[in-house]
């Protein structure tokens, strides 16, 4: 053989070599390029999971509190109409008492002027 030819097939043995050598690490590193891409796809897919699953029971605690919200809410207001019925109660209890005391008055009055009235009567009779 000629040795040019053994120089050339060892160089193009070498290049082969090398080629699938390369094709190897290559696709070597692809494929674990993908791996972590799946793990990391796994990963992100069971936080997206964890995180609905806390956005679920933050919605139940918001349904619950604005329930509650609402509870406090109606006694609240519940009290400050019974308050404000209290105070109408209170304002025309007062009314009350003052007409009351108006109309004892009056009737002082007319219970003086019937008196006067009937003392009259018997002064006139008593004259006859």
Known sequence: MNPILTVLAAI????GGLGVAYAVFTSSRVQTTIRLYQQENEAQGKRI????????IHAEQIGSLKRENETLRDLATGRSLLEGLVASIAEHEQLRQ??????MELLREMKESLSELWRAVAEMLGRR
């Not at 999971?49 to 679920?56: A, I, N, Q, V, W």
């Not at 003052?98 to 109309?103: F, Y």
């Open 49 to 56: 999971k964890s995180l609905e699953d806390e956005g679920r």
């Open 98 to 103: 003052t007409e009351h005391r108006a109309m």
């Open 12 to 15: 193009a043995a070498v290049a």
